[in-house]
């Protein structure tokens, strides 16, 4: 063979095993590339999840007595306070008011009482005394219309029209109570020569009276008038209604005893009714002084203040002086608590725990809070205790609220504060795990794929407990296997694979 000959064979080669090369080349750039992961043994903690918000479990309410206006807050929010110590006062006015209306009640009722037995009465103390219990007895229907129409009614259009009823009925009642004193005292009373007999003042005193509570009725009706025109929540309009209707009550019982007692009735009779009047009447009384002594606000116990948001928002929005946060100036009611006290080493975290997870969690169990404020810190605790009732989600769902008290937080921890809880409900010591994303599943059963000689091997398996990121495997797997977790969208038994 010649020598050119032999070169030429040698270049034919060269060529053919660079075919070849390419060919091997071009197969191993177009198999799919993975990545692997050994399986391995370890405890897997298995947890339920949910999400919920710091809440205190020591806070008491401060609540107003009546609807009214704040003149000074004494704290600042966030203030640490004493038990006794004054949060806020309300502006007294109203308060003194009523004060001096049921201590006049109170005092006619308790001299209509010590009258029954000392005079004989004319025919002139006989009218008055009827005239006292007509009046009193319209103010009191009057009383209990309003009383009444509040009670059934909401703050919209119809419970308006009622209440301008209750005016109007109240000014009428009014306006006969006048008439009838003003005709007695300048027909009988002021005629009549001196010294005056105990019967003649005594009538001019229970038509006083009944004068005097007709117009505090007339004034809480219009009262009670305005507030549901302005939108004002009704709780403070009632409670004003029902100490009116009670202390109409109390004066018509003391017109009707000093009515039965100018008849020449039982006096005992008269007197068991005027002494219950005088009872009604001093009830009134205590309320009311109650009532001033709670217009200074004051700590129910030792803790941290919380001036509430929305407490006056509804009375700002009723254009009444709210701005969300009390603050001096704006407008309270009996309906809301402007202020808390709170004791913030006793917070607790409220997790919303899905139905379909309660069942799995038991006071004990060891949990981890991230709370979204503090995102770099995980607060370690155990779940204290478990609703009975569900609440609703704001998604539509059903859940129940697992309690887990903190403790040893850093001040930075507040009311409110959104977050999330694991719950480990299980942990499983020596078991079989691989990545919850290598395991997929296919009618019914699970596989995964294990890497094998550069090719891909489909291989069943049975999985028990699964968390957000690992699967235990009980069939099928060992520990050491490579097991493929990227790429296996389009992975076939057999295919092969390049190993990133």
């Known amino acids: 063979m010649s020598k050119g000959k032999i070169i030429a064979a040698v270049v034919g080669l060269l060529v053919v095993a660079g075919i070849v090369a390419a060919v091997v080349l071009g197969k191993g750039a177009s198999a799919p590339e993975v990545t692997v992961e050994r399986a ?12 919920g918000k710091t809440e205190a479990d020591a806070k008491r309410d401060i609540f107003p007595p009546a609807a009214g206006m704040l003149e000074s807050i004494s704290v600042t929010e966030g203030a640490s306070v004493k038990e006794g110590d004054i949060i806020a006062t309300m502006d007294t006015t109203p308060f003194e008011l009523q004060i001096a209306q049921a201590q006049a009640a109170y005092e006619g009722a308790l001299a209509q009482a010590d009258s029954i037995s000392q005079s004989a009465p004319s025919s002139a103390d006989e009218k008055a005394a009827s005239a006292s219990v007509s009046a009193a007895y319209g103010a009191y229907n009057a009383a209990l219309s309003q009383y009444n129409a509040l009670k059934s009614a909401t703050p919209d259009a119809a419970a308006i029209t009622q209440a301008e009823a209750a005016v109007a009925a109240a000014q009428l009642s009014y306006d006969a109570a006048q008439t009838a004193y003003d005709t007695y005292k300048t027909t009988v009373y002021d005629p009549a020569t001196l010294p005056r007999d ?26 009670s008038l305005a507030l549901l025109v302005a939108g004002q929540d009704k709780t403070a309009a009632l409670v004003g209604a029902k100490t009116a209707r009670d202390q109409a009550w109390a004066a018509y019982q003391g017109a009707l005893a000093q009515q039965a007692k100018l008849a020449g009735a039982d006096t ?25 002594e709670k217009a200074t606000m004051r700590a129910p116990m030792d803790g941290t203040v919380i001036f509430n948001g929305g407490a006056s928002a509804s009375l700002a929005a009723a ?30 975290f409220n997790a919303q725990v899905d139905e379909a997870d309660i069942d799995k969690v038991k006071p004990g169990m060891k949990v981890k809070i991230s709370l979204d404020a503090l995102t770099a810190e995980t607060f370690e605790a155990e779940v204290e205790r478990i609703d009975k009732t569900s609440v609703v ?29 694991d719950i480990e409900v ?15 599943d296919e009618g019914g059963k699970s596989y995964l794929f294990l890497a094998q000689g550069g090719k891909a091997v489909r291989t069943e398996v049975t999985t028990g407990r699964t968390t957000d990121t690992r699967a235990e495997v009980l ?7 490579e097991v493929i977790v990227t790429g296996i969208g389009s992975l076939k038994d057999g295919v092969a694979i390049r190993v990133k």
């Open 198 to 223: 105990a019967a003649m003042e005594t009538a001019l005193a229970a038509l006083s009276l009944a004068r005097d509570q007709a117009a505090a009725n007339l004034a809480n009706a219009q009262r």
């Open 426 to 440: 299980e942990s499983i010591g020596e078991a079989v795990t691989v990545p919850v994303e290598a395991v997929l």
């Open 268 to 292: 005992s009779a008269a007197q068991s009714s005027a002494s219950a009047g005088a009872r009604a009447a001093r009830a009134a009384l205590d309320y009311a002084v109650s009532n001033l």
């Open 475 to 481: 069939t099928g797997l060992k520990a050491g296997d």
């Open 40 to 51: 391995g043994t370890g405890a897997l903690t298995v947890t339920v999840s949910a999400s």
């Open 393 to 421: 989600t704001p998604t539509g769902g059903t859940a129940f609220s697992v309690l887990i008290r903190l403790k040893n937080v850093n001040d930075r921890v507040l009311l409110g504060m959104n977050g999330s809880v």
């Open 319 to 348: 254009g009444l002086g709210g701005s969300g946060k009390p603050s001096v100036g704006s407008a309270v009611s009996p309906a809301s608590a402007p202020f808390s006290v709170v004791l913030f080493d006793q917070l607790v």
